[in-house]
């Protein structure tokens, strides 16, 4: 497919910005280091405005892994698909790289021969603090995290595992899966707290039955807690909010989230660095990427990711998981659910009804792209003549973080003008479509049926 702009070079545009920044013969700021703070311009604009709609299309066959992942590999229950438009590109290494040239530091990435003032491990640290905060508020990384895990019969708790390698953030969706041979046919549990089973079901400490809910308020940490004691051996197939494992440069180690959203982690990294005592500590920046960080995880909260679904080519509806288990019960086990494409997460989705052997299913999606990153010197730059100068506005802001001072107060306006045109195009966007709110919902489908917490409040 033919590049819709076609009016400005990748190296024409990093030409320009060296010249606002009057530095054309690139001393002060590398010719590498314009090219990325350009790059994180152009994510940023789409993570405001969502600007980059993809059609993307795939077959199904019959498959052992229900749930489809348009992000990452990182799971192995769940499917990979590599030429998802959203596929995450980015690891730890890019966003040190892009903070060591904010610090005036030798942009190393993984590895440090930079000043006494930081080290690897702080970035290591601040980085794993601020991607599992992220990933714990925005549900960026949601999947199943065993397919060997269930309730000992005769009991009704169960600790969940933790590991350097992964930890359980908070549990989204369970189903009880009776041992084959049973007669016994699977169930979605509905959440509850231990006060509820003790109002509506006082002697589940003595029944043995299949549950009919689960409770993670009224246990301990870690804990699930069931309104029966299991009264056959099962499988639990869980949803759970997953953290990423210990980051442990120089191996690269994903980031989790959508690349476009990366300067979220990088800020929040950075606020850490720059609170540090003695020599590295500038509070007036610290402060600024703090800023930064929580404005990102709000607009995390709120992005779109999936817009439209087709199966087979006719239309259908994206509900999320609980509007699916609440309007067509138990949709993973009925043959003749209703066809559609139920949202797990960001970047988490099933086909209903299952696919079944001899009966693949085209599915198309129109999704949320990632930025389209140019290359090679040639490449144009997508985006439309009007919004390349605000582009350009907020790289050389972002150029003038590491001059500090007045410098780079100074260049607020910049930013703030970026910001602006960005509110006014998403205006503009919505303005020009009838259901630009459905297509685009102010909140996750899944917020909206089963909020987790008022996030508003909280962050």
Aim: glycine letters at 6%; hydrophobic letters at 40%; proline letters at 7%.
């Amino acid at each position: 497919m033919a590049s819709p702009f076609q009016y400005a070079t990748w190296l024409q545009v990093r030409q320009e910005l060296s010249r606002r920044l009057n530095d054309v013969s690139q001393i002060c700021w590398t010719d590498a280091e314009v090219g990325l703070y350009v790059k994180e311009s152009l994510r940023f604009w789409n993570a405001l405005t969502q600007q980059w709609l993809a059609d993307w299309t795939t077959t199904y066959t019959n498959t052992a892994l229900p749930w489809q992942s348009t992000g990452n590999a990182i799971n192995a229950l769940v499917g990979a698909n590599p030429s998802s438009p959203r596929v995450q590109t980015l690891t730890d290494a890019d966003l040190y790289t892009m903070a060591q040239y904010h610090l005036l530091e030798p942009p190393t990435g993984a590895t440090w021969t930079g000043t006494s003032q930081f080290n690897i491990a702080d970035f290591a640290d601040a980085l794993e603090g601020h991607r599992d905060t992220v990933l714990q508020v925005a549900a960026c990384n949601i999947g199943p995290f065993s397919n060997s895990f269930g309730i000992t019969p005769g009991t009704n708790r169960v600790a969940l595992p933790d590991s350097t390698s992964k930890s359980i953030l908070d549990i989204r969706r369970i189903r009880f899966i009776p041992a084959t041979g049973l007669g016994i046919a699977p169930s979605t549990l509905y959440r509850e707290d231990g006060m509820a089973f003790e109002f509506f079901e006082n002697d589940y400490e003595q029944t043995t039955a299949v549950p009919f809910a689960w409770d993670v308020l009224a246990g301990p940490p870690q804990t699930l807690t069931f309104d029966a004691l299991a009264s056959v051996p099962n499988t639990l197939d869980i949803l759970a909010m997953l953290s990423g494992g210990n980051i442990t440069p120089p191996t690269p180690a994903p980031l989790l989230i959508p690349d476009d959203f990366a300067w979220v982690l990088k800020f929040g990294m950075m606020h850490d660095l720059l609170s540090k005592e003695s020599e590295s500590t500038d509070l007036e920046r610290a402060d600024y990427c703090e800023k930064r960080f929580q404005e990102g995880l709000r607009l995390m909260v709120e992005m779109p990711w999936l817009t439209q679904a087709r199966l087979n080519g006719v239309p259908c509806d994206t509900p999320s998981m609980s509007e699916a288990d609440d309007y067509d019960n138990e949709w993973q086990s009925n043959p003749n659910a209703q066809p559609q494409i139920v949202r797990g997460g960001i970047d988490l989705f099933a086909v209903s009804p299952t696919i079944t052997a001899g009966n693949p299913v085209a599915v198309s999606l129109t999704l949320v792209g990632n930025a389209p990153m140019p290359v090679a010197d040639g490449d144009f730059v997508q985006v439309s003549r009007d919004v390349l100068d605000a582009i350009l506005m907020e790289a050389q802001h972002l150029a003038q973080f590491k001059h500090c001072g007045k410098e780079f107060a100074d260049s607020m306006p910049l930013h703030k003008e970026f910001i602006q045109q960005a509110v006014n195009t998403s205006s503009r966007l919505r303005d020009s479509g009838i259901f630009a709110d459905v297509l685009r919902p102010p909140v996750s489908r899944q917020t909206q049926a089963d909020p987790r917490f008022a996030v508003e409040e909280k962050i």
